[in-house]
């Protein structure tokens, strides 16, 4: 199927056209460009977008959404990828959690990956699909430790995160236990840091609350230091390791999806 456009659209609205409209290749000279894996009715939704810098995501289905995403990403129209993975955000469901952090996980949608593994790890039972085995092992493992970790939440109070000022609240415990409970504790602990922010500027472990294991803290913030880099302060490595309990993969999945 040959669709038509204007070249001087879609090159001002997509970088990966621009580059290659301006590369002196052969479909730069023949003004010809060959769209592979995909469907005409999936690109022409694409096109859309380029030019009139809108789509309906509630006329579309999960893979239609889940593809137009990977389409998002293979051409780096950032925007466009941002609006599928919200949208694939509120349709994650028994039987789309497992696709969807696969693709999630392959093409690096951080929110939509959050939310999946948020949502299986809440509904345990999903991972006896045999879709679960296809997954790679590594994300396979990072499953599982999202579901043991659940359940040790849901089981018992850690008593390093224990303290009145992290569990008087009236949240659910169902999601005491799932990601958002990182991001509440991770607040607690940025509003007990900044009762003594002058304290706090030293970076020191004994200034900064909830480290009774200074061991295992101080060997989870020097890994995230080496993946992370030197920009981020030490505080902010060290609230997240103490939100994520030493837990580099969860300190790494919150961060990133905090700070980016």
Known sequence: MTIKAHCIIIASRCDWFQKLSLSGMKESINKQIVIHDTTPQLFL?????????????????????ADLMQLSDRYEVDCLKQISEDALKNLIDEDSALFLLSI??????????????????????????E????????????????????ELRNSQRSEELSGPQFLNHDSPSSMSSSLLDIEELFSAVNISGKEGEQASDSSSLEDLPLTQDSAQLEACVAQLR?????????????????AADYDVNRALNFFFSRYT
Request: no cysteine.
């Open 104 to 129: 999630a996980d392959q093409f690096n949608a951080r929110a939509l990956r959050t939310a999946a593994l948020e949502f299986i790890a809440l509904n345990k039972d999903i991972i006896k699909s």
């Open 45 to 65: 939704i694409f096109l859309e977008y380029l030019y009139g810098g809108q789509v309906d995501t509630g006329q579309l289905t999960t893979e239609q959404l």
């Open 226 to 242: 080496d993946i992370v880099g030197e920009s981020v302060p030490r505080d902010e490595l060290v609230r997240v390791s103490l």
């Open 131 to 150: 879709v679960f085995y296809d997954l790679p092992e590594d994300l396979q493992s990072e499953v599982e430790e999202m579901i043991t970790w659940v």
